[in-house]
């Protein structure tokens, strides 16, 4: 059976204008692959998700994800994919779909957990 990997960018503090996460998922491998997007308020104990999707990549395929998270002060993203090459970026957005200052996790700082 192949390896699970789990990917997690930790708490992020909402910035004040922010109303959406965007998440990438780029499947960088010649094979099609399954990837499953969460994104958690951690507002509540225990967290409480409002987020939960699988995607099918083809290969060095690119998933866009907008999520609507207007009023959430802290959140949690995780990614998870049976290969090491499918790689995960995060943003905060406001409104206009700008991005947020210092709410980009970019894929080198995911956290790897319970794999």
């Known amino acids: 059976m192949s390896t699970k990997y789990n990917w ?6 909402a910035s004040a204008a922010q109303t959406q996460a965007r998440i990438l998922v780029l499947n960088n491998t010649s094979c099609t692959r399954k990837a499953y997007v969460r994104i958690y ?3 509540f104990t225990p967290k409480n998700r409002v987020f939960d999707e699988s995607y099918v990549l083809a290969p060095f395929e690119t ?3 907008t999520v609507d998270i207007t009023g959430i ?3 949690e993203a995780q990614g998870t994919a049976y290969s090491k090459s499918v790689r995960f ?3 905060g957005r406001d409104e206009f779909g700008n ?3 210092g709410n980009t996790i970019l894929n080198a700082d995911f956290k790897l957990f319970g794999t």
């Open 8 to 13: 997690t960018t930790g708490p992020i503090s």
């Open 41 to 43: 308020d951690l507002s």
């Open 63 to 65: 998933a866009f994800i």
């Open 73 to 75: 002060e802290c959140w």
């Open 89 to 91: 970026y995060v943003t």
């Open 99 to 101: 991005n947020t200052n």
